[in-house]
């Protein structure tokens, strides 16, 4: 079954330091990845997405297929970076499901 | 400015009573979806609908249906409203390919007393 795997509920870092949220699925196909963010009172939107392979606010994701992982990185983290992060998971063929996990929350400490 | 709009911010409803929750998307889009948000459960989908009057159960169906009559409007129904049902509800949308991004609406807290 096709699966998103978000293993930290909750991750706090300095800040200036780096950060690292781990995303790993579960797809027999062809996967299309993505990381949402929500920040505090707004709605969830489009951090990147791996077939970019963009820079968005710093942060960066490299699907690794041996892994099965789609971490998102940051160097050095701010403090507006603080949010609800959701890795997504969409199946990307006639049955267009969008998969989430779980969340992390992450919390950049001053 | 593309847009997911759902008709409500809050709604406080009664066990046992029919609830409906619109979504509108006027971005053209051929998927759109519904998911409540719980606190450690992350998004999960109710259902999903990837074209006029289509639909596909998703993980979490039970005491929810859907209507999509028209391409741009995805109804949620609570065809009878119970507790455990409280959360927030989220609406998205779509194209059909599963490359490009789903933009979500603003949600809907619903409160179940």
Redo the contacts between chains.
Sequence with gaps: AQRVT?PE?LLSVFKGAPVELKCNYSYSGSP?L?WYVQYSRQ????LL?H?SRESIKGFTADLNKGETSFHLKKPFAQEEDSAMY?C?L??????????????TRLHILP | DVKVTQSSRYLVKRTGEKVFLECVQDMDHE?M?W?RQDP??????IY?S?DVKMK?K?DIPEGYSVSREKKERFSLILESASTNQTSMY?C?S?F????T??F????TRLTVV
Excluded: M, P, T, V
């Excluded at chain 1, 199946?91 to 996990?101: E, T, V, W």
């Excluded at chain 2, 450690?40 to 989908?45: K, T, V």
């Excluded at chain 2, 979500?104 to 949600?107: R, Y």
């Design positions: 978000q509920k299309e993505f709605r969830l939107q489009l997405r077939i959701y997504a969409s199946l990307s063929n006639r049955d267009d499901k969008i998969i989430f996990g779980k969340g | 998927n979806f998911y450690g459960l992350g998004l999960r989908l999903f990837y596909e998703g989220l998205a779509s059909e390919d599963g490359r991004e789903a979500f609406g603003q949600g």
